[in-house]
């Protein structure tokens, strides 16, 4: 079975500034996708980024980006210029590629705050 | 653009009594999944249904039914509820053949007393 990792329950950023959330995970396939889900106060399960594992290129949405090593089962995201609204509980998700087994298992979360 | 519509959004019940919560999945899109949230918790996935077909399993206790109709709507059936059965409920969607993203519902938001 898979499992996420992220080490990292609390971080804080100043505004405007960059800061990294970490995740590992551990897998025995060879193919997966990867997601960073953000869950602001409402509770709402938003789609930041995703990574295809067969894709070697870092994904990038405008200011959240990735850094995938996929030797290592790791799986960073990269937010820059932190603004008052990243603020929430950041999940890594892991999906497998095979057909009938497309659940998300998540990390613990890590919940960011945005100082002013 | 069309989003995933879960209903009710509340819903307060007594231990032992029954829910039903709907999911209708973005058009077009084929299967669905069940997430369910307890308190501090990350989402812990129930079960899935694929062109009507239950897709895979997890860990959805035996007092809980699913099954997605034609219209591909879903409805998670929970029976006997119990205290610890509080939680947020989530749906997804995703298209099989798309960029394989599932997409979340606002979620229905469970109280057992």
Redesign the interface.
């Known amino acids: 079975a898979q499992t996420v990792t992220q080490s990292q329950p609390e971080m804080s950023v100043q505004e405007a500034e960059t800061v990294t959330l970490s995740c590992t995970y551990d897998t025995s396939e060879s193919d997966y996708y990867l997601f960073w889900y953000k869950q602001p106060p409402s509770r709402q399960m938003i789609l930041v980024i995703r990574q295809e594992a067969y894709k070697q290129q870092n994904a990038t949405e405008n200011r959240f980006s990735v850094n995938f090593q996929k030797a290592a089962k790791s799986f960073s995201l990269k937010i820059s210029d932190s603004q008052l609204g990243d603020a929430a509980m950041y999940f890594c998700a892991y999906r497998s590629s095979n057909f009938g087994n497309e659940k998300l298992t998540f990390g613990t979360g890590t919940r960011l705050t945005i100082i002013p | 653009a069309a989003g995933v519509i879960q209903s009710p959004r509340h819903l307060i019940k007594e231990k032992r009594e029954t829910a039903t919560l709907k999911c209708y999945p973005i058009p077009r899109h084929d299967?669905v999944?069940w997430?369910q949230?307890g308190p501090g918790?990350?989402?812990?996935?129930l079960i899935?249904f694929?062109e009507k077909m239950q897709?895979?399993k997890?860990s959805i206790p035996d007092r809980f039914s699913a099954q997605q109709f034609s219209d591909y709507h879903s409805e998670l059936n929970m029976s006997s509820l119990e205290l610890g059965d509080s939680a947020?409920y989530?749906c997804?969607s995703?298209l099989?053949t798309g960029?394989?993203?599932?997409?979340?519902g606002?979620?229905t938001?469970l109280t057992v007393l």
């Not at chain 2, 918790?41 to 996935?45: I, S, V």
């Not at chain 2, 960029?99 to 979340?104: D, K, L, P, V």
């Open positions: 299967t999944y997430y949230q918790q990350d989402p812990q996935f899935s694929y897709s895979d997890g947020l989530f997804a995703s099989s960029g394989h993203e599932q997409f979340f606002p979620g938001r």
